[in-house]
């Protein structure tokens, strides 16, 4: 993780300084390419020692990787650095420690919201706490909190158990009893991590968007997308949809 910090933080100075589009695309693809290795290493290894054993072939000896807690949102973090400061949206931090702020804010590093560097820039050095958001922060914090423990949790039991129940045993009750726990379970789980993350980013002087607007009032699938994780769904818009040619 030091490692990946340093080199972004340098990548980042070298794109501000180059201005190339060269430097650009190693930063992301490095990125990407350790987010893959560390997501996805033990699973490709899995499968070709199946292949192996099943060809009565000697298995390989690969040591198994620890994925990094929160290394997608991490990434997300990375290169949206690298990119907001080669469109010049924001510019490079000559703090080593500012960087590393940004790369590892902790608050949102598990579940989001993703945070884009612009939008935080110049939080990272100048911020202030005033006793109106430490009261914001904690009550956020707490109705995160209680959707999580006192919502989510309490329908997942019943969206688990009746997941698991042998299809000939499963009624259209059970079934629909179901899908409305699940449905409760998903959006106040998200939802709940991400109101405690941005009650904690407030705590500590730092604004971070909102990522769910009741998206289960929404109009239309497009209306659900814009309410759904919408740091997430506007991150690959931004950073990835429109630069390959959308609109």
């Known amino acids: 993780m030091l490692a990946s910090i340093a080199f972004n933080y340098w990548m980042a100075i070298a794109v501000a300084m180059r201005g190339s589009r060269a430097w650009l695309a190693f930063a992301v693809a490095t990125n990407l390419i350790v987010l893959g290795i ?16 099943a060809l009565h072939a000697q298995p390989l000896v690969v040591p198994r990787l ?10 997300f973090h990375a290169i ?5 400061v080669y469109r010049r949206d924001a510019t490079a931090q000559k703090s080593p420690v500012h960087a590393a702020l940004y790369l590892l804010l902790f608050p949102q590093l ?8 612009r939008d935080i820039a110049d939080q990272l050095a100048r911020r202030t706490v005033t006793i109106n958001d430490l009261a914001y922060g904690i009550r ?10 006192l919502i989510a949790n309490v329908v ?9 129940m042998p299809f000939a045993q499963l009624s259209i009750g ?8 699940y449905t409760l379970q998903i959006y106040f789980d998200f939802s709940g991590y991400s109101d405690m993350a941005i009650g904690l980013g407030r705590m500590f002087g730092f604004r971070f968007p909102e990522n769910f607007r009741w998206p289960y009032i929404a109009a239309s699938v497009q209306d659900f997308w814009r309410r759904w994780h919408i740091s997430l769904s ?3 818009r931004d950073y990835l949809y429109v630069p390959l040619g959308g609109n």
């Open 140 to 149: 956020r914090f707490v109705i995160g909190l209680a959707k999580k423990v």
């Open 174 to 181: 059970h079934a629909w009893l179901g899908l409305v726990c």
């Open 156 to 164: 997942a039991g019943p969206a688990d158990r009746i997941f698991a």
């Open 66 to 75: 620890l994925l990094p807690i929160g290394i997608s949102f991490f990434t």
């Open 234 to 236: 506007t991150w690959f």
């Open 38 to 53: 560390f997501k996805y290493a033990n699973f490709f290894a899995d499968n070709v020692n199946t292949l192996l054993l």
């Open 80 to 84: 949206s650095y690298v990119v907001d």
């Open 110 to 117: 598990i579940a989001g919201p993703i945070i884009r560097y």
